[in-house]
């Protein structure tokens, strides 16, 4: 495995660690009624390590780990917005609306699929040879 790789398997092990929990320091966060971030922080893709790392990659054809690579890069952006809309309803003082938008099924099921899409394409970077 070259060093690109052992890197890539690591970034994405690491995302889904804090992505996982993200979800639920954001449920901590409606409780509360602060972020720890802002709304607009939380909405853009490129500000957590992931999404700087997801930003340095190119899909490149032909090169098996990178046939997932839009379909992460797209389900990553969907999860900042989605995130980000909570959010915004947490800075106005809206808890309910922030519980309902982060109760709401699609979320959770945006949240899941990016996890285990995740974990695929991870999988993908410990079979290179």
Same mark, same amino acid.
């Given at each position: 495995?070259?060093?690109?790789? @052992?890197?890539?398997?690591?970034?994405?092990?690491?995302? %889904?660690?804090?992505?996982?929990?993200?979800?639920?320091?954001?449920?901590?966060?409606?409780?509360?009624?602060?972020?720890? =971030?802002?709304?607009?922080? %939380?909405?853009?893709?490129?500000?957590?390590?992931?999404?700087?790392?997801?930003? @340095?990659?190119?899909?490149?054809?032909?090169?098996? /780990?990178?046939?997932?690579?839009?379909? %992460?890069?797209?389900?990553? @952006?969907?999860?900042?917005?989605?995130?980000?809309?909570?959010a915004v309803? /947490?800075?106005?003082?809206?808890?309910?609306?922030?519980? @309902?938008?982060?109760?709401?099924?699609?979320? =959770?099921?945006?949240?899941?699929?990016? %996890?285990?899409?995740?974990?695929?394409?991870?999988?993908?970077?410990?079979?290179?040879?």
């Open positions: 495995m070259t060093t690109q790789e @052992t890197k890539g398997e690591t970034q994405i092990r690491d995302a %889904i660690c804090a992505h996982t929990a993200w979800r639920r320091k954001l449920s901590d966060c409606i409780d509360k009624g602060q972020l720890e =971030k802002t709304s607009d922080e %939380i909405s853009c893709n490129d500000k957590c390590e992931f999404g700087k790392w997801l930003g @340095t990659l190119r899909a490149q054809a032909g090169h098996p /780990v990178m046939e997932k690579y839009e379909m %992460i890069a797209g389900l990553h @952006t969907r999860f900042h917005r989605e995130a980000g809309k909570i309803e /947490v800075e106005q003082g809206d808890k309910m609306a922030a519980r @309902t938008l982060y109760e709401n099924p699609s979320f =959770k099921r945006l949240t899941n699929s990016l %996890i285990l899409n995740l974990n695929d394409w991870r999988e993908d970077f410990k079979h290179l040879t």
